[in-house]
């Protein structure tokens, strides 16, 4: 049975419904996700870590990249799609900061602020998600999340982006020093809206 979460619940009501996302995400999304926490050795990432990273929950930090929004501040299907799959990887790695990063201000709120207010109003704890919002290209979102990374004593991340994106992402993150040892990207992630919540 599919759990969802909505603001208008009550506070109980949230944490029982976040419990039923983190059962559905570990048992649906499996090995497809790098659990960065301890607790066995973790699944084989994509990028290979480099020797002697460790792979334990702060210490590894989740990095949802941004995508551009629309005029009046909303959020376009591509950002839902990487929050979503961002939400479920955070929700394996409990321990792990979580850094929304991209600029680009419309209708007076930037890309980190509206992945920031999704995150926090699907029920992650607000002092988890560290918000980046000067970032105005990948470039820039690794540059900005590398500073970050080090200010939450992260030692290495996961990074979230689109498939079609995640290749030049991981180049520009790793060439700012940031150790990246797995990727997410939406097409890993079941559709399953009623679990990972409603639409702000």
């Not at 050795?41 to 629309?70: E, K, M, N």
């Not at 939450?152 to 993150?173: K, M, Y």
């Amino acid at each position: 049975m599919l759990v969802s979460i909505s603001k208008t619940r009550s506070r109980f009501g949230a944490v029982v419904a976040l419990a039923g996302v983190v059962a559905i995400a570990s048992t649906l999304l499996g090995a497809s996700f790098a659990v960065a926490d301890s607790g066995g050795p973790p699944p084989a990432p994509s990028v290979a870590p480099a020797a002697g990273l460790a792979f334990r929950g702060p210490a590894t930090a989740i990095v949802i990249l941004g995508h551009g929004l629309l005029p009046d501040g909303g959020m376009r299907d591509e950002l839902y799609a990487r929050l979503r799959a961002g939400y479920a990887q955070a929700l394996l790695a409990p321990a792990s900061p979580v850094i929304v990063t991209g600029g680009n201000p419309r209708n007076g709120r930037t890309e980190a602020q509206a992945m920031a207010n999704w995150l926090i109003g699907h029920g992650l704890p607000a002092h988890r998600v560290v918000v980046e919002d000067r970032a105005t290209s990948t470039a820039e979102n690794a540059f900005y999340s590398a500073r970050m990374l080090r200010e939450v004593g992260a030692a290495d991340a996961v990074l979230v982006t689109s498939a079609d994106h995640i290749a030049r992402a991981t180049r520009l993150f790793q060439h700012a020093g940031v150790a990246v040892i797995a990727e997410v990207t939406p097409d890993q992630v079941p559709n399953l809206p009623a679990a990972f919540g409603p639409r702000p």
